[in-house]
Each structure stands twice: as structure tokens, then as C-alpha cells.
């Protein structure tokens, strides 16, 4: 790999680092106040008739923080050099929209419900997981008969 593809990689690598724990601190940080929002028997999340938002902030919450992970764990796998150069434009690519889309729809489509259904914002979680399809394939086949560099 040349120098300038090397700082490139590491660039690449600092910004999932970054978006990696920016996103763990964010949902996270959702997922506290939706603890606190059933500590205090918030009925805006809690009655009955808000199943559909209550279910879909949870899920906002898990795939944010999962997508947190994702993004550190692809940062490593860049970190140790046992990922093909060729595939991580898009793999980084697809991974970000993934961590902004999927779990943006999720939490768009819980804050406004209509008569049980999600609210608009629900149509990004498709395209979120379409992109987290496309970029953790990319990573896994980078990884195919890669050595450690060194």
C-alpha cells in the first residue's frame, strides 16, 4: 500500500472512530431516557395506544448502539491491516449511511405514529439496511486471503 493510500486508510479510520463512539454516546444516551421515560410512567411512551413508538425508540436505541460498534469494529479491522484497500471507499460509505439512516428512520418513524403505524420517517430504515447489507459485505470480502501486513 502506498503512503498517501495509508493515510488515506487512516483517515478513514479516525472517522469511524469518531462516528463509532459519537453514535454509542448518542443511542445510549436514548436509550436512558427511555428508561427514565418508564421510570416515570410517561404516558406519551408507556399507554397502551403507543406500542408502535415505544417499540420503535427501542429499536432506534439497539440499532444505534449496535451501528456504534460496527463502526469501531471496522475501524480496527482497517487499524490491522487485514482489509483490501479496493473495497473501503465503498464499505466506508455504506457504513455511515447505515449508522444515520437506520436508526434515524426507527426513531423518526416512533416519534409521530398514525393509528398504530409508523411514521414517515420509517421509509430510511430500508435504505439504512440496504446500506449496512452492501457495506458489511464489502468488509467481509475484503477480508478474504488477507494476511496481517507488516
Known amino acids: 500500500m502506498s503512503e498517501e493510500e495509508s493515510a488515506t486508510g487512516i483517515d478513514v479510520s479516525e472517522r469511524h472512530l469518531r462516528a463509532g463512539w459519537w453514535a454509542l454516546l448518542l443511542y445510549l444516551t436514548l436509550g436512558l431516557v427511555l428508561e427514565a421515560l418508564n421510570g416515570f410512567k410517561i404516558g406519551w411512551y408507556l399507554d397502551v395506544d403507543n406500542e408502535t413508538r415505544q417499540t420503535m425508540l427501542r429499536l432506534a436505541h439497539a440499532h444505534g448502539a449496535l451501528l456504534g460498534l460496527c463502526n469501531i469494529a471496522f475501524a480496527s479491522t482497517l487499524d490491522s491491516g487485514r482489509i483490501a484497500a479496493a473495497r473501503v471507499g465503498l464499505a466506508s460509505a455504506c457504513l455511515l ?10 426513531l423518526l418513524g416512533g416519534v409521530v405514529i398514525y393509528d398504530g403505524d409508523p411514521g414517515l420517517g420509517i421509509v430510511l430504515v430500508p435504505l439504512g439496511a440496504i446500506a449496512l447489507v452492501v457495506g458489511v459485505g464489502q468488509v467481509a470480502l475484503a477480508t478474504l486471503g488477507r494476511g496481517r501486513r507488516g
Open 97 to 106: 449511511a447505515a449508522t444515520v439512516l437506520l436508526p434515524a428512520g426507527f
